[in-house]
């Protein structure tokens, strides 16, 4: 077995408040090690490669840890985007070519969807 590797990225999403929510995604979310920010314009994306990638982060704030709540990030990202805007996140990635796992998560201030695109699901 060899690890899996692949690629995160996000759409260009409109934020009320760049500089609050560059400090917020910074802070709190942790999709992983590799991944960079970028903020300009009134506009957000972040994207980059990563060991088990995944279009969901993990999520810290001071009280509890939320693994991979998906309910619990959208909530807290809603706050953040300008309205009509919606967040949008694919991850891909395989394992020697093999085993290939492709995630995709949408948040809008109505919902949340996420896709597990990997064959046979």
């Not at 969901?56 to 309205?83: I, N, T």
């Not at 996140?89 to 290939?100: Q, T």
Request: proline share 2%; net charge negative.
């Amino acid at each position: 077995m060899a690890d899996m590797y692949g690629a995160i990225r996000s759409n260009w999403f409109g934020v009320k408040d760049a500089e609050a929510f560059k400090t917020w995604f910074e802070e709190n979310c942790h999709f992983g090690d590799e991944i960079e920010l970028w903020v300009g314009d009134g506009r957000a994306a972040f994207g980059g490669y990563e060991q088990y990638p995944s279009a969901w982060p993990r999520y810290q704030d001071d009280d509890d840890v939320h693994d991979y709540d998906l309910e619990y990030f959208a909530e807290l990202v809603r706050v953040h985007l300008k309205d009509g805007e919606e967040l949008r996140v694919l991850a891909a990635g395989n394992e020697k070519l093999r085993y290939v796992n492709a995630t995709h998560l949408v948040v809008t201030h109505e919902a949340v969807t996420f896709n597990d695109l990997t064959e046979g699901n």
